[in-house]
């Protein structure tokens, strides 16, 4: 048959109209969210009700089987409008108390002490010791040598390499990244779309989140729970995957509870990434800081899988803004892609820091904060706080005896002690708060005894 120009504009003005119907109806939609907001102000219940959400989601999957659509595309559609409706109704809400993060309580902190008043910071996770030594030579070795230039969006080859190396992978495999917060955000930029699903388990460094909403994808929270020792229900894991799922989000040792999954769970979640296909990012930046035996998502061999480390913590170098990811290498030019539009490349004087660094021996700076981690949990036991001692990482991370984090936090500060809310880590966490071993023990002690003394009167 042959097509004619009015045959063409027939069907471009069949769709026009299809279009503007469409956005008649989003239009409705939108009105109806609003009031949907105002009456649940008024009730005082939250915005977002995963039931509900659940629900919707169960009939557009039915309709789209019933349409011959693509469920996956009708889910994606359906999430770009849900978090629509997410925003308008919170915009008709009361303005709900600022949310305050580990990162909101530091810069309080840093306000107070640039007008004098002294702090104890055990909000931040940013360990007191020295940079290497020998990352300090590299800069300066840099400069002297004019090494101070653009690179290869990945990273310097020899800084690769050495990665690649310790990571028995090929350098390909290897991305270096302003940070492990840039590496988290250009693989969750680069793999997964607006609509998409991103599962976190929290309690949660909140980037995984922030990163996803950023990109218009929606994160569904698989919570873990004290009294299950912080460890994952894989099925329940299992159960929240739909179509729109691509990425799972996973962190251990855990900031901030200090916990590091057993081999069998982590099988588990490996083996559900593996079944679905969908991405696993394995945020392993505390993975030096382990007192227990840990397995790196690495060991899986999975071709979907992102692993991220850092040079922050193991060596101390936060202000150096330097990290990387170990991923496939068709995984690893996505990221590059975000990279190079964002940043073209780390700074090379930098990339040599992180170089000279790599060849040092992290074990006692793990060593130090291990023992201070000792410390930490024998006072948080002395205040008689239910918590589960850290397996690893930096944190302790105990429940309240009573009351909500922000009142101990606000208290505590106003006394010079800084602490992180536990719900900056998820919004169940209101009932705890997370210490950060970060500093010599002497200010730590003078900290935990203002924050005993501060229980002791709530
Ligand atoms: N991942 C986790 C779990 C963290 O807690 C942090 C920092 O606190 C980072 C990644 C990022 O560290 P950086 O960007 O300094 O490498």
């Not at 009015?6 to 239009?27: A, G, H, P, W, Y």
């Not at 569904?220 to 009294?227: F, G, I, K, Q, Y």
Request: glycine share 6%; charged share 25%; proline share 5%.
């Amino acid at each position: 048959m042959v097509a004619t120009n009015d045959e063409l504009e027939s069907l471009r003005l069949q769709i026009r109209s299809i279009t503007s119907d469409i956005m008649q109806k989003v239009q409705q939609r939108m009105e109806l969210a609003r009031q949907v907001g105002e009456v649940k102000g008024r009730l005082g219940i939250d915005v977002r009700d995963e039931k509900v959400e659940n629900e919707i989601r169960m009939m557009v999957t039915r309709q789209a089987q019933e349409t011959d659509m693509s469920g996956e595309f009708a889910l994606r559609l359906l999430n770009i409008l849900l978090k629509e409706s997410e925003s308008i109704q919170g915009l008709k809400r009361p303005p709900a108390p600022q949310k305050m993060t580990h990162l909101g309580i530091f810069q309080k902190a840093k306000q107070m002490e640039a007008s004098g008043i002294k702090i104890i910071h055990l909000e931040v996770g940013e360990p007191d010791y020295p940079a290497p030594a020998v990352a300090g030579s590299a800069l300066v070795e840099s400069f002297r040598q004019k090494k101070y230039h653009y690179t290869d969006t990945r990273g310097i080859p020899q800084l690769r390499s050495a990665i690649a190396k310790k990571s028995k992978v090929a350098e390909e495999q290897v991305i270096v990244t302003p940070g492990g917060r840039f590496a988290v955000f250009s693989a969750i930029a680069s793999l997964v779309k607006p609509g998409e699903e991103l599962i976190s388990i929290e309690p949660a460094w909140p980037a995984y989140k922030e990163c996803a909403d950023f990109v218009g994808a929606r994160t569904s929270v698989l919570r873990t729970t004290l009294e299950e020792g912080w460890t994952p229900d894989v099925k329940e894991l299992g159960s929240m995957i739909t179509e729109c799922t691509r990425m799972i989000a996973i962190n251990y040792p855990n900031n901030p509870t200090g916990k590091v999954l057993d081999k069998a769970t982590m099988d588990k979640i490996m083996a559900l990434a593996r079944e679905h296909g969908l991405y696993l990012l394995s945020d392993e930046v505390y993975s030096d800081y382990s007192f227990r035996p840990f397995e790196s998502a690495l060991a899986y061999d999975y071709e979907k899988s992102i692993v991220v480390s850092s040079f922050s913590k193991t060596y101390a170098m936060t202000g150096f803004r330097v990290g990387y990811a170990v991923a496939p290498a068709d995984i690893i030019k996505k990221m590059a892609k975000v990279q190079a539009a964002g940043i073209t490349s780390v700074a090379e004087p930098i990339q040599n820091a992180a170089l000279a660094a790599l060849g040092e021996d992290p074990s006692g700076n793990v060593e130090l904060m291990k023992k201070r981690l000792q410390f930490v949990s024998a006072r948080i036991k002395e205040m008689s706080l239910r918590f589960v001692e850290p397996d690893g990482a930096m944190y302790v991370y105990p429940e309240l005896p009573a009351g909500e984090d922000m009142a101990v936090v606000e208290k505590l500060l106003e006394k010079g002690v800084a602490i992180a809310p536990g719900s900056g880590f998820g919004d169940s966490y209101k009932r705890f708060v997370r210490i950060s071993a970060c500093r010599p023990k002497e200010e730590m002690e003078k900290g935990l005894a203002v924050m005993a003394k501060v229980l002791r009167q709530a």
